[in-house]
């Protein structure tokens, strides 16, 4: 069992940053892949930022490439996606999620743990 708990979503203006932050505890994060996900009133759930068990290897949502950054650190367990250049709409619930296995990065179906989600709201 694997639970995630997300951090450090918050108010902010529109061009400003935030970090979230997503740790986890009960079984090791660390060699499982890790994706970031957002859903905003009456939107489906969309893939943001994805990254493999490694490291090595990252992926984007194309409304955010170039914005936001998804990393981890393994020995702390802790998956944290940096986001830069903020939008209105970037406004949602923002959740980490870790896929066992194989499937998509980017559909949401394929992940098997979630956090709670936290919430980012960026004002104009």
């Known amino acids: 069992q694997v639970q995630l708990v997300e951090s450090g979503g918050g108010l902010v203006q529109a061009g400003g940053s935030l970090r979230l932050s997503c740790s986890a505890s009960?079984?090791?994060?660390?060699?499982?892949?890790v994706g970031w996900f957002r859903q905003a009133p009456g939107k489906a759930r969309e893939f943001v930022a994805g990254i493999s068990w490694s490291g090595e290897r990252t992926y984007y949502g194309r409304s955010v490439e170039g914005r936001f950054t998804i990393s981890r650190d393994m020995p702390k367990a802790t998956s944290y996606l940096q986001m830069n250049s903020l939008e209105p709409e970037d406004t949602a619930v923002y959740y980490c999620?870790?896929?066992?296995?194989?499937?998509?990065?980017?559909?949401?179906?394929?992940?098997?743990?979630w956090g709670q989600g936290t919430q980012v709201t960026v004002s104009e």
């Open positions: 009960g079984r090791t994060l660390s060699t499982y892949p």
């Open positions: 999620a870790v896929r066992i296995g194989g499937g998509s990065v980017v559909d949401p179906l394929s992940y098997h743990y």
